[in-house]
């Protein structure tokens, strides 16, 4: 990790139309962070991430990653993997193309290869544990397969900053496990990670620093330091049950949490 920020949020303020999801946030993630942030749906989470990647206009403040503003970033700075649940699966398209994809950030048309890039995906698909899938239709593919899949695309051009928006969703335990160990060893290689999820035990065991979010920041800092009743419960506004046993958290409602009916 270092000193300088992968992302500089000030006095931001976002919406839709009438509805601003948060107003006046100003956020802070390091430069070679793991992070996670979490919140009850329709907090804001989603747009947060759509506005550090510079696709959701804001009303007011300023994003800069990297000391530099989200409007001059170059595209291959930033890798993004989207949530997975809408995909079309039924798509004609093979995993060796999806990751293609991933390479023409810059305008360049698809989708003629170099010998040089064939061997790029290659070593990455290889990396990842894709490497024999290469030629199947995606929708052969496992629920763990598409999200390697998924990441092999945004890491193609070697990113400095990783934003993933609900990377576990849909996918049994052991491979929620398998994908967060991976995206520790990519983080362990200098690259800062930023990703969204609802799973607060997963978040526990495996991510050095969360963020709780709704419709603003409430709390950030280690797991086992801000995963408390006082802070969770003002987060999901439920009353959260937090057991610790032998330096592990275990956390669930004991009440049914209040979710916001609008926003995203």
């Known amino acids: 990790m270092t000193s300088n920020p992968a992302i500089r949020l000030s006095d931001v303020t976002a919406g839709y139309g009438r509805n601003i999801l948060f107003t006046g946030l100003s956020l802070e993630i390091s430069g070679g962070r793991f992070a996670g942030i979490v919140g009850p749906t329709a907090c804001g989470k989603t747009t947060l991430l759509r506005v550090i990647l510079g696709v959701h206009p804001v009303i007011a403040g300023s994003i800069q990653l990297h000391d530099v503003p989200v409007s001059r970033i170059k595209p291959n700075t930033i890798g993004y993997v989207p949530q997975?649940?809408?995909?079309?699966?039924?798509?004609?398209?093979?995993?060796?193309e999806v990751i293609t994809m991933g390479l023409y950030t810059n305008g360049r048309i698809w989708p003629w290869l170099s010998r040089k890039e064939r061997?790029?995906?290659?070593?990455?698909?290889?990396?990842?544990?894709?490497?024999?899938?290469?030629?199947?239709p995606i929708g052969n593919l496992s629920g763990g397969q598409r999200q390697r899949v998924f990441l092999a695309r945004a890491l193609i051009n070697n990113p400095k900053l990783l934003i993933l928006d609900e990377p576990t969703a849909g996918v049994d335990i052991k491979t929620q496990h398998e994908i967060l160990h991976l995206l520790n060893d990519i983080n362990g290689e200098g690259i800062a990670i930023v990703l969204t999820t609802h799973d607060l035990n997963a978040v526990a065991s495996h991510l050095p620093w969360v963020i709780c979010f709704n419709r603003g920041v409430v709390a950030q800092g280690r797991p086992h330091e801000i995963f408390t009743n006082e802070i969770l419960t003002r987060t999901y506004g439920g009353d959260i049950v937090i057991i610790r046993h032998q330096g592990h958290l275990l956390i669930a409602n004991s009440t049914p949490l209040s979710f916001a009916d609008d926003g995203k």
């Open 84 to 96: 997975l649940d809408n995909s079309d699966w039924h798509f004609p398209v093979t995993v060796e």
């Open 119 to 136: 061997g790029k995906i290659q070593a990455i698909a290889d990396r990842l544990g894709i490497l024999d899938c290469l030629q199947q």
